[in-house]
């Protein structure tokens, strides 16, 4: 099935630095979001990116869409503690309503 | 209540058995869903519902079973446990409007931790 696939599946950087993560997915897509999960809690939307759009930005986040190489990026600027988290990005099919999560990418900010 | 609850938070079943997680929103949202959360393999989508009467499947529906007689309750029954149903299971809703539930946020509840023995 399309899926997103996020790039790396675990990283860690030290508080201060900016973190990025990466998600490719398969076929074309109305919109691309990207979730955070901190341990043992539910997901937590983020941001929302549609098709048309090239980038966002909301607080410390910046997201990028390139459609032509169907991927994504979430950047965080000046990383905090309360950073660490799973972070994951979902997809829709132009075809059905059912969003695709990805597998996640684990970050670990570091003191 | 506000926004999204699921019931039970954990429960330890024994294999065979019949269970029904319970997920609910006050936020009158048209749309539902019921993901899997396995370690390594991500959330993966079992059931949806885009508005209240009508169900769709996801990626793994086998075994699982729901209904959306309103808008605010969507059940997930296990009609007979396999170990392999061990999971965290995560309710989520969105506005969906238009039936594009794809085009929405989705707000997702507090999970329910399941063992099957």
């Known amino acids: 099935s399309q899926q997103g696939e996020e790039d790396p599946q675990a990283l860690s950087i030290q508080e201060g630095e900016n973190a990025t993560m990466n998600c490719s997915y398969k076929t074309s897509i109305n919109n691309l979001q990207w979730y955070r999960q901190n341990s043992g809690r539910g997901l937590v939307h983020l941001i929302l990116?549609?098709?048309?759009?090239r980038e966002k930005h909301s607080g410390r986040l910046r997201v990028t869409l390139d459609t032509s190489k169907k991927s994504s990026s979430l950047l965080i600027t000046a990383s905090r503690a309360a950073d660490t988290a799973s972070y994951f990005c979902a997809t829709d099919a132009r075809r059905d309503d059912k969003i695709i999560f990805g597998k996640g990418t684990r970050l670990h900010i570091l003191p | 209540i506000a926004g999204i609850t699921q019931a039970p938070t954990s429960q330890i079943l024994a294999a065979g058995r019949r269970m029904t997680l319970r997920c609910t929103q006050d936020?009158?949202?048209?749309?539902m869903y019921w993901y899997r959360q396995d370690l390594g393999l991500g959330l993966r989508l079992i059931h949806y519902s885009n508005t209240a009467g009508t169900t769709g499947k996801g990626e793994v529906p086998d075994g699982y079973s729901v209904s959306r007689a309103n808008t605010d309750d969507f059940p997930l029954t296990l009609a007979s446990a396999v170990p392999s149903q061990t999971s965290v299971y995560f309710c989520a809703s969105s506005p969906g409007t238009s039936g594009r539930a794809s085009y929405n946020e989705q707000f997702f509840g507090p999970g329910t931790r399941l063992t099957v023995l």
């Open positions: 990116i549609r098709s048309n759009e």
């Open positions: 936020m009158r949202h048209n749309a």
